[in-house]
C-alpha cells in the first residue's frame, strides 16, 4: 500500500492537494482536498487502465460544475422543504438556495470547502473541516472524511461529525460511476429496493413510498436502458429518485466488472447526466450514474425516514463502502 501527495490546484489562495492511495492490485483511488472530493477509481486489467468514476482532471471544472462531481455533500444531502425545520421543539429557518428549498446543505455546503488533509495510514487520508453557522445552522460543526482502499480493492468513506448545537447531519458523496468505456445504457444496475419515495413537482418527498415496479424495479439487473426506455413510456426521461435500500444497497456492472455499493443508511439516490457535456443531459444522453448513499431526503420531516438529527454533545459515524469485482 502507498499514498502520495501533490498539487492539484489552488482556491482562495490555499493549496488543493491531491491523495493517490494504490494498493497491491494496482488499484487506486485519488482524494481531493477541496470538497473532500472522490476524485478518481482507476483499475489495471491486462495492463490497461480504467476509471470507473466521472473525473475531471483540472481543479477549475470541479469548481464550476453544476453536478457536484465526486464532491462530499452536506452538511445535508438532498433537499430540506421550505428550508426549515423543528428540533426539540426550537424551529430553525435556513437559507432558500433552491426556490423555497434548502439544497445539499445550501451555498456554503461542504462542497464548497477546502478541507484540512493529511495521510493517516498506508491506506487512508483524512479530510477535516469546521463549519459556524453558515446558511442558517447554528452553532459549530466539525466534520471529518476519511477515505480508506484496502487490498480486497474496497473503499469505505466514513463520515464522522460532532457539534456543540443541535443540528441536522447526512452526507454523501456525489459520485458518478461509468464502469465501462461504453455507453452508460448498456450497464447493467441491480438495487436492493422494494420501495421509493414519490415526490412533488419540486422534488421534495411526500412522505408516501410507492412500490419499485416498472422502471423502477432493478430488484434483478437490469441495463439503464431498458430502465430508461420504461421511463419514457411514462414521459419521464431521467432518473433522479430515492430508493429505500439494505446494507447492501446495490450493484454496478459491465460484462467485465461490477461495483458493489454497501451504506449503514437507508437511502440511496441515483441521478442520470453527463457532467461534462450539459447539453447532452439536456437530450437525455447520459454517461454516468450518481450514486448517493445517505439517509432519505427531507428524512427531518418524516417519521420513517430516519434521524439525521445530531443533538448538541453529540457524534455521529456513517459509511459508505464500494468494491470493485472483475468478471474474468
Request: with cysteine; proline share 2%; hydrophobic share 35%.
Amino acid at each position: 500500500m502507498a499514498v502520495s501527495k501533490t498539487i492539484f490546484g489552488e482556491i482562495d489562495s490555499e493549496p488543493v492537494y491531491l491523495y493517490k492511495i494504490s494498493n497491491k492490485n494496482q488499484t487506486s483511488i485519488s482524494v481531493l482536498s477541496y470538497a473532500a472530493t472522490w476524485q478518481n477509481f482507476e483499475v489495471i486489467e491486462d495492463g490497461k487502465k480504467h476509471s470507473l468514476i466521472e473525473h475531471f482532471d483540472n481543479l477549475d471544472d470541479y469548481i464550476k460544475t453544476p453536478y457536484q462531481v465526486g464532491k462530499t455533500i452536506g452538511r445535508v444531502a438532498g433537499r430540506i422543504k421550505d428550508a426549515s425545520f423543528q428540533i426539540n421543539g426550537v424551529d430553525y429557518q435556513m437559507e432558500q438556495n433552491e426556490g423555497e428549498n434548502l439544497l445539499h446543505g445550501g451555498s456554503h455546503g461542504l462542497q464548497y470547502q477546502n478541507f484540512e488533509s493529511k495521510k493517516v495510514a498506508e491506506n487512508a487520508v483524512l479530510l477535516s473541516h469546521t463549519v459556524h453557522g453558515e446558511d442558517g445552522f447554528l452553532g459549530t460543526l466539525k466534520v471529518n472524511v476519511e477515505y480508506i482502499l484496502n487490498d480486497d480493492n474496497e473503499v469505505s468513506i466514513i463520515y464522522s461529525a460532532e457539534t456543540d448545537h443541535d443540528t441536522l447531519f447526512n452526507p454523501t458523496c456525489h459520485v458518478y460511476f461509468d464502469v465501462d468505456d461504453e455507453n452508460i445504457r448498456q450497464q447493467k444496475l441491480q438495487i436492493n429496493a422494494n420501495s421509493f419515495l414519490k415526490v412533488d413537482d419540486g422534488k421534495i418527498p411526500t412522505g408516501d413510498f410507492l412500490a419499485t415496479d416498472g422502471p423502477y424495479d432493478f430488484k434483478k439487473a437490469k441495463t439503464i436502458g431498458q430502465g430508461l426506455d420504461e421511463l419514457a413510456l411514462l414521459n419521464k426521461y431521467e432518473y433522479d429518485d430515492a430508493f429505500v435500500v439494505d446494507n447492501r444497497a446495490a450493484t454496478i456492472k459491465s460484462d467485465k466488472r461490477a461495483v458493489d455499493l454497501y451504506t449503514d443508511r437507508n437511502g440511496m439516490v441515483i441521478f442520470t447526466a453527463d457532467p461534462k457535456d450539459t447539453e447532452k443531459t439536456e437530450k437525455h444522453e447520459y454517461s454516468s450514474l450518481a450514486m448517493e448513499m445517505q439517509t432519505l431526503p427531507d428524512a427531518v420531516h418524516h417519521l420513517g425516514f430516519g434521524d439525521i438529527v445530531l443533538g448538541k454533545g453529540q457524534k455521529v459515524v456513517y459509511t459508505n463502502k464500494y468494491k470493485y469485482r472483475r468478471f474474468e
